[in-house]
């Protein structure tokens, strides 16, 4: 059976440490554009696993990473406050490199889809010189 609360508290802390995020003063998480990408929390809501990335690359989001278990007590607290929670659950904070993949692909499609633009004219002119002849 689907745990549904988890779900929203997964949504609720990923959303909560963003704001948490940019507000906090620590010059290693304003090095570049830090970002939640997910956040996973257990059934039984007393352990949470955050997902951190960035545009400039992994090591800028391992830094950030760094700077977040620095401040996990306070983060921590943060959370309880703001989301009216008796415990709240213990934080472990991961880098990934998932937007700078995606940005990548996105790079990748946007480079395809330009040639595919750029040959078509070409392509056109020829069938309408095929059929002036």
């Keep these: ?8 508290m997964s949504e ?6 963003a704001a948490i995020l940019r507000e906090m003063k620590d010059p290693r998480l304003h090095n570049g554009i830090i ?3 997910r956040c996973e929390t257990a059934h039984d809501l007393s352990y949470s696993k955050v997902y951190i990335s960035s545009m400039n690359g992994l090591s800028v989001a391992k830094e950030a ?3 977040l278990k620095n401040a996990q007590g306070f983060i921590r607290h943060e959370l309880g406050v703001r989301l009216k929670l ?3 659950p213990a934080l472990a904070f991961e880098a990934t490199d998932s937007i700078e993949y995606s ?9 395809i889809q330009y040639t595919e633009t750029t040959d078509e004219p ?8 095929d ?3």
């Design 1 to 8: 059976m689907a745990n549904y609360r988890a779900d929203r």
């Design 12 to 17: 609720d802390i990923q959303r909560e440490i």
């Design 35 to 37: 970002s939640v990408v």
């Design 65 to 67: 990473v760094k700077a």
């Design 86 to 88: 008796r415990y709240a």
């Design 103 to 111: 940005a990548n692909i996105s790079r990748m499609l946007s480079q």
């Design 122 to 129: 070409a392509e056109e002119k020829e069938d309408a010189d």
């Design 131 to 133: 059929e002036e002849e």
